[in-house]
Structure formats: C-alpha cells, structure tokens
C-alpha cells in the first residue's frame, strides 16, 4: 500500500506564495499520474493541477500562470508552487497519486488560507 504525506499548507496574504510537497512511500512498482486537487468550503473537489510520469502537465484555468506543478521522481514526491495567491485559492489541497498496481491514493489535505 501506498502513503501521502502532505505538508507546506498556511495562511498567507493576498499576492503571496507558497509551495506544497506531497511524499508517496510505500509499495509499489512506479508513480503515473500525481495531481493536486481542491475543495474550497460548500464547494466540489476540483482539480488543481496534474503532472503525468513523462512530465507532461495540466492545470485548471484559474491558476494557469500561477501555479506551478513538478514532480521528483528519486524522491516519489510532487510539489505545488503557489504564487500570486488570491483569496479564492483559499481550500484544502488534497494530493493523489495514481500508481502502476493498485487503486489511486490521497493525501490527507493540507489548508491554504489566502486573506485579503
């Protein structure tokens, strides 16, 4: 089996940045596809951003040219760089990992607070 460990959520201010890491250890032959999805409060999980094994990636519109999806390999790890944050961007970020053999896995969420 497979865990997410996130971290690298907080409060920050409107136009600031911050940069989310979600590390998979367990068991299993390779990472595919890792991604970053969102679920703002009385709103629907919506995907953030998504980043395939060869590097090929895919964001959501609101955030396109804001954010910024990588993935370590050696390290199983995939990162969220975060800038120009706006208060709508306010959610928990939820990381998922779609693995060679098995299910797909989630982290358990980390916050993201933007103020005004």
């Known amino acids: 089996q497979v865990q997410l460990v996130e971290s690298g959520g907080g409060l920050v201010q409107a136009g600031g940045s911050l940069r989310l890491s979600c590390a998979a250890s367990?068991?299993?032959?390779?990472?595919?596809?890792m991604g970053w999805y969102r679920q703002a409060p009385g709103k629907q999980r919506e995907l953030v951003a998504l980043?395939?094994?060869?590097?090929?990636?895919d964001y959501a519109d609101s955030v396109k040219g804001r954010f910024t999806i990588s993935r370590d390999n050696a390290k199983n790890t995939v990162y969220l760089q975060m800038n120009s944050l706006k208060p709508e961007d306010t959610a928990v970020y939820y990381c998922?990992?779609?693995?060679?053999?098995?299910?797909?896995?989630w982290g358990q969420g980390t916050e993201v607070t933007v103020s005004s």
């Open positions: 367990g068991s299993f032959f390779s990472i595919n596809a």
């Open positions: 980043i395939a094994s060869g590097g090929r990636t």
């Open positions: 998922k990992v779609s693995a060679s053999v098995g299910p797909p896995y």
